[in-house]
């Protein structure tokens, strides 16, 4: 890349910046209790800018080859939280609170991205199950010293994107035909996202392992 073309978009990144900083001032001083709305609307926003700035830098840096692309994102998986672990009948991948779908699927590399080269490192290590008829379960975790109103319906969340990603590394295909699919929601010391990919024959298990879980909120 030309030394043109590279400050030309740090320019524009940083242009984002002042636009991220005012979003913050505003969540600063809404009220929650009169402006619950409109403080949802500005916290989904600055959070979008956030991420759309985080992909925008990686992407330079990724273009003009200052970090090789494994060795950033196995920063950015530690930071993001991202976790797997397995057992022949189970794998279990923890990640962020997912966000509201977006329209535009780029916005969501923030988080598949590090996901997929997590898998790709972790597969390298480890010989992951691979799973031909299956289970996906998604627990939705959220803070429970925050308001419960942040608890979003499971249709409004993000989880193809993830299931999409997860599934090339150990599912044959996540059809209707050979997948079936679980959503449970609960209280937890932060906000996470626990996918858990099984047999079908252990799901009955691990659901019931879930009921003996703390504050379920949703298990049907």
Not at 25 to 36: E, M, Q, S, V
Not at 93 to 106: A, D, S, V
Not at 196 to 204: A, D
Request: aromatic fraction near 8%; proline fraction near 4%; include cysteine.
């Amino acid at each position: 890349m030309d030394r043109f073309t590279y400050i030309q978009r740090l320019s524009r990144i940083e242009d984002d910046l002042p636009k991220l900083g005012n979003t913050i001032n505003a969540l600063k001083i809404t009220d929650a209790g009169i402006y619950g709305q409109n403080l949802e609307a500005l916290g989904i926003d600055a959070a979008r800018r956030a991420e759309r700035i985080a992909c925008s830098l990686r992407n330079l840096i990724f273009a003009a080859d200052l970090v090789a692309p494994p060795i950033l994102m196995e920063q950015v998986a530690q930071e993001q939280g991202i976790t797997i672990t397995h057992t022949a009948e189970l794998v279990e991948i923890t990640l962020p609170g997912l966000m509201p779908k977006r329209t535009k699927k780029g916005n969501t590399t923030y988080l598949t991205d590090p996901l997929y080269y997590s898998l790709e490192a972790y597969t390298k290590e480890q010989e992951l199950p691979h799973f031909e008829e299956c289970v996906v379960c998604f627990t939705h975790v959220f803070d429970k010293k925050l308001s419960a109103r942040r608890i979003r319906d499971y249709d409004n969340l993000e989880c193809k994107q993830i299931l999409d990603t997860a599934s090339g590394f150990l599912m044959t295909d996540d059809s209707g035909l050979l997948c079936d699919a679980y959503h449970s929601t609960r209280l937890g010391e932060k906000d996470c996202t626990i996918l858990s990919i099984m047999e079908r024959k252990h799901f009955p298990k691990w659901l019931k392992e879930q009921e003996k879980g703390t504050n379920p909120l949703s298990v049907f």
